[in-house]
């Protein structure tokens, strides 16, 4: 079994969206003070690697705690936008089925750590989200800070057919040509989001 870890690090240096409050890891207690270590931690629910709930677009939306854990775990479809273009025929053409975790890869990981990864990153187009939500998949998840721009129309749509959203994903293109299942578990918190820690495990083949 072969697994690999589509989350980015979560520490103090973990870029946030501009504007955002910074992550704080405070050290509260230490092994050589106190006998004991334990860490204040003080994080965005957008940070790093997380998954967006219908509570972060829409008013009286659910929060991630009222989801069931199966809600997180699915047949992970994986689809290439390097070329940072989104085709719904593309799209058409994955086999998409019903309760599917689909994957968009661009690439746009590869500047997490600039301000590119924020400015510039491409959107997923109306079109394709309401296919999506025709295909009632489970969640749909990218590379880059967020799945379009304000006016947040596709957050929307999708958050409000209950298809979760994980944003800021990496080492997507380890998945190319690959058959896995996608574990996207959130910390049951009651929010609008919160980090997880996202996983493939690709399927051996006999």
Do not use: W
């Amino acid at each position: 079994m072969k697994i690999i870890d589509l989350s980015v690090p979560l520490n103090e240096a973990t870029p946030t969206y501009p504007g955002d409050p910074p992550t704080k890891l405070e050290p509260v207690a230490s092994v050589k003070k106190d006998g004991y270590a334990f860490t204040y931690l003080s994080v965005n629910s957008h940070t790093g690697t997380h998954i967006d709930a219908p509570a972060h677009m829409l008013p009286n939306g659910a929060t991630l705690d009222s989801y069931p854990i199966e809600q997180f775990i699915g047949r992970g479809v994986y689809i290439d936008v390097t070329d940072q273009t989104f085709s719904l025929n593309t799209v058409k053409e994955s086999d998409i089925q019903s309760g599917d975790i689909v994957l968009f890869h661009t690439s746009m990981d590869q500047a997490y750590h600039t301000s590119a990864y924020y400015d510039s990153y491409p959107a997923i187009a109306p079109d394709i989200a309401q296919y999506l939500v025709e295909r009632k998949v489970k969640m749909v998840g990218v590379d880059m800070c967020s799945v379009d721009h304000e006016p947040f129309g596709v957050h929307k749509t999708l958050l409000a057919n209950d298809i979760l959203i994980i944003e800021n994903l990496h080492n997507l293109g380890l998945l190319a040509s690959s058959s896995f299942t996608i574990y996207a578990l959130p910390m049951p918190i009651a929010a609008d989001a919160a980090p997880a820690r996202v996983i493939a495990v690709l399927q051996e083949i006999a």
